[in-house]
């Protein structure tokens, strides 16, 4: 049975600074989802990873993935208080259900 | 093209009453997830339906817990004789899912459950 993990579960940061949350799953997945939920709101689709290697940049968020390791991340650069929100990994069985399994989320609060 | 569509978005239960959350997915999609958000916690994964078929139910509760997806009108998740370990955000999401896309899924706003 797929599992993912995410670190950290809490992550405060300045403004301006760089940090790196890391997802990690037990078995093989078929994609790779990255979603932001903002307090009290539903999930916002941020990027989908298809593959080993994949990787994708929007705005000061980039993730990718290395199917090998059994890992993705999501990079932040020069971070910006609007970042501020919950930040959820997911993997996938994919074939006929591809029903989501999700990580416990990154709750990152961004100080000024 | 509206998104996925979720009513309520918040109800209010007492003990032993019964909750009926609804979800029209998105326009052309044929894909229903429902998913259930404890607080502070990530999203666990409950049933998928496809029009007027269960998939997969693993992740329902054994008793209480029902979904339907009929040929016409939204997709349904009942929960009898709540209780206030049933308090949760439930999310639904759509896909639509053929060939090569990569079957992303799109969620509702979400309904929130309150049992008092």
């Known amino acids: 049975e797929l599992k993912v993990e995410q670190n950290p579960l809490f992550l405060s940061m300045q403004e301006g600074k760089n940090y790196t949350i890391y997802c990690n799953y037990s078995?093989?997945?078929?994609?790779l989802y990255w979603y932001r939920q903002d307090p009290g709101k539903s999930l916002e689709s941020l990027f989908v990873l298809l593959s080993n290697g994949a990787v994708k940049q929007e705005g000061r968020l980039m993730a990718s993935l290395d199917t090998k390791a059994r890992l993705s991340t999501l990079h932040i650069t020069a971070a910006v208080h609007d970042l501020s929100a919950t930040y959820f990994c997911a993997g996938t069985y994919g074939g006929a259900t591809n029903k989501l399994i999700f990580g416990t989320g990154t709750l990152l609060a961004v100080q000024p | 093209n509206a998104g996925v569509m979720q009513n309520p978005r918040h109800l209010v239960r007492r003990r032993g009453q019964e909750a009926r959350l609804r979800c029209s997915p998105m326009?052309?999609?044929?894909?229903v997830y429902w998913y259930r958000q404890l607080p502070e916690e990530g999203l666990k994964f409950m049933v998928y339906?496809?029009?007027?078929?269960?998939?997969?139910e693993s992740g329902m509760p054994k008793e209480r817990f029902s979904a339907e997806f009929p040929k016409e009108g939204p997709s349904i998740l009942r929960i009898q004789q709540v209780v206030r370990g049933d308090s949760a955000a439930y999310f639904c999401a759509s896909s639509h899912r053929q060939g090569r896309d990569t079957g992303e899924l799109f969620f509702g706003e979400g309904s929130r459950l309150t049992v008092l």
């Open positions: 326009k052309g999609h044929s894909h």
């Open positions: 078995t093989t997945s078929d994609r």
């Open positions: 339906l496809q029009k007027e078929n269960i998939i997969d």
